[in-house]
């Protein structure tokens, strides 16, 4: 809501193991709509999305794989939420589902 003045709590929202989908994003904008600053991340770079558990299975091992790589993706996600200007930087959040639970 740009016609709320003041900053807001941020919330990270982690994507499930079928990949940064709609289903991230529509928990973003409900959280928006509630008065929050929502930022679904993709963990999995590149859009990646599954439509099968066998693929998904396969994006999350792959990630999992590199933790460093998991916590460097999650760690700029929160500097860009934090850093956002309707965003009051002492009060983030995160909610994840599924593999992003795990995140």
């Given at each position: 809501?740009?016609?709320?003045?003041?900053?807001?709590?941020?919330?990270?929202?982690?994507?499930?193991?079928?990949?940064?989908?709609e289903?991230?994003?529509?928990?973003?904008?409900?959280?928006?709509?509630a008065?929050?600053?929502?930022?679904a991340?993709?963990?999995?770079?590149?859009?990646?999305?599954?439509?099968?558990?066998?693929?998904?299975?396969?994006?999350?091992?792959?990630?999992?794989?590199?933790?460093?790589?998991v916590?460097?993706?999650?760690?700029?996600?929160?500097?860009?939420?934090k850093?956002?200007?309707?965003?009051?930087?002492?009060?983030?959040?995160?909610?994840?589902?599924?593999?992003?639970?795990?995140?």
């Open positions: 809501d740009d016609e709320f003045g003041q900053k807001r709590p941020g919330v990270l929202v982690v994507h499930e193991w079928w990949g940064h989908n289903f991230a994003r529509n928990q973003a904008e409900r959280l928006a709509s008065g929050y600053t929502a930022f991340l993709d963990m999995y770079g590149s859009g990646k999305q599954a439509d099968h558990p066998d693929t998904a299975q396969k994006f999350m091992q792959e990630a999992t794989s590199d933790m460093d790589q916590k460097a993706r999650f760690m700029k996600a929160m500097d860009i939420l850093n956002h200007e309707s965003v009051d930087a002492s009060r983030i959040a995160a909610q994840g589902y599924c593999f992003g639970g795990a995140v």
